[in-house]
């Protein structure tokens, strides 16, 4: 069932995030405003766009986070393969995203001061 939804959740990520896709979108938008006087601007008529949208809407979610994990956990696998065939890397980073909040923060002090601590050996001239 997982790869089945894996498969369709790429499929349609491809096929509703082409251009052709939108503008078949704002088609369907342009023919619905287009018959309000058809319908006298009813509640029916309104009806129809707001829940036509709001199922959309809700489905989408549900891809556009599958499609987010997926390709959030494919760059952390690379990000990880870079850093461990790294001799020089601290193999300590490996699945970062997996330390809790203090230590995430933790390392974020220890980058920032790394950042700002002169690189030995250079010296900075002002002219």
Known sequence: ????????AHRTSLLVGHANS?????????VWFATGPLFHYSDTWQL????TTTIVTFLMVFLIQ??????SHALHLKLDELIRSNALARNKLLALEDLSDAEMLALQAEFERLRDEKPAGTSVSEG
């Open 1 to 8: 069932m997982q790869d089945t939804f894996r498969r369709l």
């Open 22 to 30: 939108f503008l078949a979108a704002l088609a369907l938008i342009l």
């Open 48 to 51: 129809v766009i707001n829940t």
């Open 66 to 71: 599958n499609t987010q994990n997926r390709d």
